[in-house]
């Protein structure tokens, strides 16, 4: 059976994170050693500010829904996949697939391309 799937991550996820953000502490760095001895702690200090003053979960989440997303059984798996029909009068069955660690969203710029092609007015972030 498939089943219409939509992204929503509850909000008391995001205000968990959001407040582990704001109490993150770096810890000290004896002298810069960059990315030799794992993450390079100035990077990290970048990334957590980017995610706790910029990253809009919610705007990003909305332009991830504004495609057809679904979910079905295979054996004992779940599988969340993205259904786009495309315009015009002979659209192509097209299939994108990825693996492990990747994603769909490596595909949004894509999609709306190779569906409406220079008609897209999709937006994605």
Not at 27 to 44: I, V
Request: proline share 7%; aromatic share 12%; no cysteine.
């Amino acid at each position: 059976m498939i089943t219409p799937f939509r992204i929503a991550v509850d909000q008391t996820a995001l205000d968990d994170l959001a407040l582990r953000l704001r109490t993150f502490r770096q810890p000290p760095s004896p002298e810069d050693r960059g990315w030799e001895d794992g993450t390079d702690l100035d990077y990290l200090a970048e990334l957590i500010a980017y995610w706790r003053d910029s990253y809009d979960w919610r705007a990003h989440e909305a332009a991830l829904n504004r495609f057809g997303h679904f979910t079905t059984e295979i054996g004992d798996a779940r599988l969340h996949f993205l259904h786009e029909k495309g315009r015009g009068p002979t659209p192509l069955p097209l299939l994108l697939a990825h693996g492990w660690p990747d994603g769909f969203q490596r595909f949004v710029k894509l999609i709306p391309l190779l569906t409406h092609g220079s008609e897209s007015r999709l937006t994605v972030i």
